[in-house]
């Protein structure tokens, strides 16, 4: 079996419902080609608190249970071939990957890419799942690009749009997971130059209690 010496790191969210069995699918494909280390961030308990909310007022309830029943765990990575959890990064790595890392990562002196659920010009930024109903996008991109020390405006490599219209939040936070080959395909073409223009617009921030209460009452007297 030849012996791997190339090292990349997945810088991810703690959370068994959608990330965590993203890495997986990851890991699975090419843990056989890559060392993987997996840094693992968690969200606020605040930040957490207002995602239970959205999915709550804006989302599926049975869908949640059914992703609960039939989650993916850690120990169900690290039994993985090549594959380890990190506490802190540290080594020189061929390159990363973020996925719905929930802090603002520190550029290294390797290239690190995130897979952004949004496009740069309308929909950077967190809480895209929200937005959605806040904005009443019918249309969302899966965005690949090339972090940079700001958010969401760094080289774009690749993008998927998709029709949204008759999705709610919890949808959203499964396009990924849907769309796996796009997360692939992305990876396997990481060392492809691409020059995307970029237009960036507004950034959206994690929003208020009030805004996500105000917007769910708005939806309920629209309809």
């Known amino acids: 079996m030849k012996k791997l010496n190339k090292r990349i790191v997945i810088y991810a969210a703690n959370d068994e419902l959608f990330t965590i069995p993203l890495i997986k699918k990851i890991c699975d494909d090419f843990s056989q080609f890559f060392l993987i280390d997996i840094f693992l961030g968690k969200a606020s308990f ?4 207002k995602i239970l909310i959205v999915f709550i007022l804006f989302g599926s309830l049975f869908r949640l249970i059914n992703l609960f029943k039939n989650k993916i765990t850690l120990n169900d990575l690290v039994k993985i071939n090549n594959v380890n959890i990190i506490n802190n990064v540290k080594k020189k790595y061929y390159f ?7 802090k603002k990562i520190t550029l290294k002196n390797f290239d690190i890419f995130n897979f952004h659920l949004g496009n740069f010009s309308k929909q950077r930024g967190s809480f895209i799942f929200f937005y959605k109903h806040f904005y009443k996008w019918s249309n969302l ?23 949204i219209i008759k999705k709610n939040a919890t949808d959203i936070c499964l396009l ?48």
């Open 46 to 49: 605040k930040r957490r608190l």
């Open 141 to 163: 991109d899966l965005t690949f690009h090339k972090i940079s020390n700001r958010y969401d405006c760094g080289k774009i490599f690749n993008t998927k749009k998709i029709n």
């Open 96 to 102: 990363g990957i973020s996925l719905n890392y929930p």
């Open 176 to 223: 990924y997971n849907n769309n796996y080959m796009f997360i692939k395909e992305c990876i396997n073409q990481i060392k492809i130059k691409k020059n995307n223009k970029i237009i960036l617009g507004k950034l959206n921030t994690e929003p208020s209690f009030y805004l996500i209460v105000k917007i769910y009452i708005l939806s309920l007297l629209k309809n």
